[in-house]
Nanobody, 127 residues
Framework: QVQLVESGGGSVEAGGSLRLSCAAS????????VGWFRQAPGKAREFVGG????????RYADSVKGRFTISRDNAKNMVYLQMNSLKPEDTADYYC????????????????????WGQGIQVTVSS
């Protein structure tokens, strides 16, 4: 089992920045791909971004490309989501997820590909 706990959410004005953190515990985390998803009220959960086991490969949703950056520190079992130039439409609950990845290049971009999930953390962007 892998346990994931998000932190760093909160409220920010449009144009501001936040950094979400995801702390992993349990099984070795370095062989897991990780991702961030979000779910706004009344909407389906959507992929935000993901990165490979080493962090060398990343993928982002078009809506956040160029504004959000995923990184990880396997020595600390941590994953980060740096969010810049935030917009009101970025308001949502954000979830960290992970699952075993077969290669160092694998990036998982669909929710059903992830086995382990955090409890979610709220991000609110005001205009």
């Amino acid at each position: 089992q892998v346990q994931l706990v998000e932190s760093g959410g909160g409220s920010v004005e449009a144009g501001g920045s936040l950094r979400l953190s995801c702390a992993a515990s349990g099984r070795p985390f370095s062989n897991h791909a990780v991702g961030w998803f979000r779910q706004a009220p009344g909407k389906a959960r959507e992929f935000v971004g993901g990165c490979s086991r080493s962090g060398g490969s990343t993928r982002y949703a078009d809506s956040v490309k160029g504004r959000f950056t995923i990184s990880r520190d396997n020595a600390k079992n941590m994953v980060y989501l740096q969010m810049n130039s935030l917009k009101p439409e970025d308001t949502a609950d954000y979830y960290c997820a992970s699952n075993y990845a077969p290669t160092i290049y694998t990036v998982l971009s669909t929710s059903f590909a992830y086995e382990y999930w955090g409890q979610g953390i709220q991000v609110t962007v005001s205009s």
